[in-house]
């Protein structure tokens, strides 16, 4: 790792980590306490306890990547971002799509009520997975016949939620690579169902395409809603071919998303009330430790932190994504795959 990113990370880190289990805390005391008296309550000042964590990974996009976020939508679809309930479908192109659901979710107001339908292994993870499982993340266990009631449990306890909120949901399953596309053609073939070419088959400077469905326009019935997603993967299929093409949605409109001085300004509370308590913290040891002591407590605690957040880092990885372009089929597989 470079030293410029070790500067930013280890402390950055030890921001992360010591603020996350105060904001876990809080949040561990509020479900206790406020939860059972007002789920209403609980889920209101939960939102604004998350954001507190959150916005610290978001202010590593805007104040030191310095990424650009373009989102293009049509004028209804950005006027309602944060507005109304809404189940976010999103490809799972990167190791980082998670981060730019955030980012757009707190640009449009509901940061700290932005949740996902995760595997279970998530709500283990010290400090970002105990937040997730104190602000209603839907947990899966990856079997249908245990899913199938975690997941109706799960909407039946989101219903009365008092905000607006996002419901995130990676339909590809699994990030996007070049080997995952070529599996997924070939299942398309197999099933005789349009072979995709930039998404993989759904399960059953950044750029953003939005587009807004309502709930009237969606079929009623269980079959009726699976065509329906098959569907809307196809036509996501031609749009990125559009895309990639060149051909960017002139009937879009674009909207270029700045940087709000939000999560710096929260970045800045957590430096400065954790610098002030460390001062006091060590110069409370100092009255009962000797100076070795001292120094082998910050080395074990700077250790801490570094497993901590490798784990963190890796729980986010997977296969690295690689993009569709330049990908070539073998003469075999494009036979299989040509329309017949």
């Keep these: 790792m470079a030293w410029p990113a070790v500067l930013v990370i280890v402390p950055v880190g030890i921001i992360f980590i ?150 995130a949901l990676f339909v590809e399953g699994t990030r996007f690579t070049q080997a995952k596309l070529l599996a997924a053609q070939e299942f398309a073939a197999s099933r005789g169902i349009p072979v995709p070419r930039n998404v993989l088959i759904p399960r059953t400077k950044i750029k953003v395409l939005l587009e807004r469905h309502s709930m009237q326009e969606l079929p009623e019935t269980a079959d009726g809603i699976a065509q329906w997603c098959k569907d809307a993967f196809v036509t996501k299929d031609a749009v990125l071919e559009k895309y990639f093409s060149k051909d960017i949605f002139r009937d879009k409109k674009l909207q270029d998303i700045g940087r709000p001085k939000k999560s710096l300004f929260v970045m800045i509370f957590w430096s400065s009330l954790l610098a002030y308590a460390t001062v006091r913290l060590f110069q409370w040891l100092s009255l009962f430790l000797a100076s070795w002591e001292v120094i082998t407590f910050s080395i074990a605690f700077l250790f801490l932190v570094t497993i901590i957040m490798q784990i963190l880092i890796q729980s986010s990885e997977s296969e690295r994504s690689t993009p569709a372009t330049n990908f070539t089929l073998s003469e075999g597989t494009r036979q299989r795959l040509l329309p017949r």
Excluded at 32 to 44: A, D, N
Excluded at 79 to 89: M, N, S
Excluded at 137 to 162: C, H, M, N, T
Aim: charged share 20%; hydrophobic share 55%; proline share 3%.
């Design 18 to 167: 010591l603020s996350g289990l105060i904001v876990n805390l809080i949040q561990a005391v509020l479900f206790i306490l406020v939860r059972p008296v007002s789920k209403s309550l609980h889920r209101r000042i939960n939102k604004i306890v998350a954001e507190l964590l959150w916005l610290e990974l978001i202010v590593l996009v805007d104040w030191w990547a310095n990424l650009k976020i373009e989102v293009y939508a049509d004028d209804e679809t950005f006027e309602l971002l944060g507005k109304e309930h809404a189940l976010v479908i999103s490809n799972h192109n990167s190791d980082l799509d998670w981060l730019v659901g955030w980012i757009l979710a707190q640009r449009s107001g509901c940061l700290g009520s932005a949740l996902a339908v995760m595997k279970k292994e998530a709500k283990v993870l010290p400090i970002i997975g105990w937040s997730m499982w104190f602000s209603d993340y839907v947990f899966l266990e990856r079997s249908w016949g245990k899913d199938e009631r975690i997941l109706q449990s799960g909407f039946e306890r989101l219903a009365d939620f008092p905000m607006p909120f996002w419901l």
